[in-house]
């Protein structure tokens, strides 16, 4: 499987935007996924990722109650919805998956994924 992530831009503090992780190669239905996302001068930090039956989701505190991972299978696409969004949020954000992960602890590490797509760069003003 290949992933391309795209959605970001510039967005002012409070608001809005909608980041895709979308699949080509094979269907991303049975891959668990994972957003990390990478700020300058600091290491790639786990953002959230869902298992590959979506029966588990799991988020960093940061973005807790403001972020949503979803995944539409029909548009083999998983999404990152971040509202409330911060000047601390400005990153570069990534997209990456592992077949069949089913392990809520082992979602927010970034050794767990095999497949990683492009980044995408949100930056918040603020």
């Known amino acids: 499987v290949q992933l391309q992530a795209f959605g970001g831009g510039l967005v002012q503090a409070g608001g809005s935007l909608r980041l895709s992780c979308a699949a080509s190669?094979?269907?991303?239905?049975?891959?668990?996924v994972g957003w990390f996302r990478q700020a300058p001068g600091k290491e790639r930090e786990f953002v959230a990722a869902t298992n590959w039956r979506d029966i588990a989701t799991n988020y960093a505190d940061p973005v807790k109650g403001r972020f949503t991972i979803s995944r539409d299978n029909a548009k083999n696409t998983v999404f990152l919805q971040m509202n409330s969004l911060k000047p601390e949020d400005t990153a570069v954000y990534y997209c990456?998956?592992?077949?069949?992960?089913?392990?809520?602890?082992?979602?927010?590490?970034?050794?767990?994924?095999?497949?990683w797509g492009q980044g995408t760069q949100v930056t918040v003003s603020s």
């Open positions: 990456a998956a592992r077949e069949y992960l089913s392990t809520s602890s082992r979602m927010s590490v970034s050794t767990t994924y095999n497949v």
């Open positions: 190669g094979r269907t991303l239905s049975v891959y668990g």
